[in-house]
């Protein structure tokens, strides 16, 4: 796995030697996050960790935007798991190898699921990070607080775009009776994300 290396962005008041020269301009001007900074909505939190680190091109960003790097870096790792995965099971149906075929088919499998989780949870972090660049903060709750609640309310959307999805699949590409059993069983997973979003929300404080 690529890890980033990381450092803690300094503050001011660390760097400077002579304490005088930290007049209160410079006390209160921190680093800030660069992600977005090249747009016209740049991230307005203060830099806390500087990515690469070791690379000579240290890049600072935020606690939230640093979380994404970190979550990319794992996404990363699922992918080429993927690619390698796949390289072994044609392998071994090159050699007729039926043993090693089953272990690759599910090792692939595996890194299929996982990879797209991965990918999930990079796009929530990316939603919490880039939320004051949007102004949809929600600036009561924790970061994870914020990652709960937004990944049971993606659960009930998805749900949702699932069964319009397999509404509308014409008529005669499946079989309707396993359309039925599809449908039915995502109405009842709906209801249950459902209520378990409005319960979590309840519990943050949200009004009803
Ligand atoms: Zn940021």
Redesign the pocket.
């Given at each position: 796995m690529t890890e980033h290396a990381k450092e803690r962005v300094p503050r001011p008041e660390e760097v400077l030697d002579d304490q005088a020269e930290l007049t209160p301009e410079l006390r209160s001007a921190a680093l800030r996050?660069r992600?977005g900074s090249s747009t016209q909505a740049p991230?307005p939190?203060q830099a806390t960790t500087f990515l690469d680190a070791d690379s000579g091109y240290p890049y600072p960003?935020?606690d939230?935007?640093a979380r994404v790097q970190e979550l990319v870096g794992k996404s990363r790792y699922w992918d080429t798991a993927v690619v390698v995965s796949e390289d072994w099971l044609r392998l071994a149906r090159a050699w007729e190898h039926h043993g090693l075929e089953q272990m690759a088919a599910w090792a692939h499998e595996k890194a299929k699921a996982e990879f797209l989780k991965a990918e999930v949870r990079v796009d929530l972090a990316t939603d919490i990070?880039d939320a004051p660049r949007k102004g949809d903060e929600r600036p009561n709750l924790t970061r994870e607080q914020d990652e709960e609640l937004r990944r049971l309310m993606m659960r009930s959307d998805a749900l949702t775009n699932a069964y319009t999805t397999i509404e509308d699949i014409p008529e005669g590409q499946i079989r309707e009776d396993v359309r039925r059993r599809m449908l039915g069983v995502l109405v009842g997973e709906h209801e249950l994300a459902e209520e378990e979003a409005s319960r979590y929300k309840e519990e943050l404080g949200f009004k009803k």
């Open positions: 996050c992600a991230c939190r960003l935020c939230e935007h990070a």
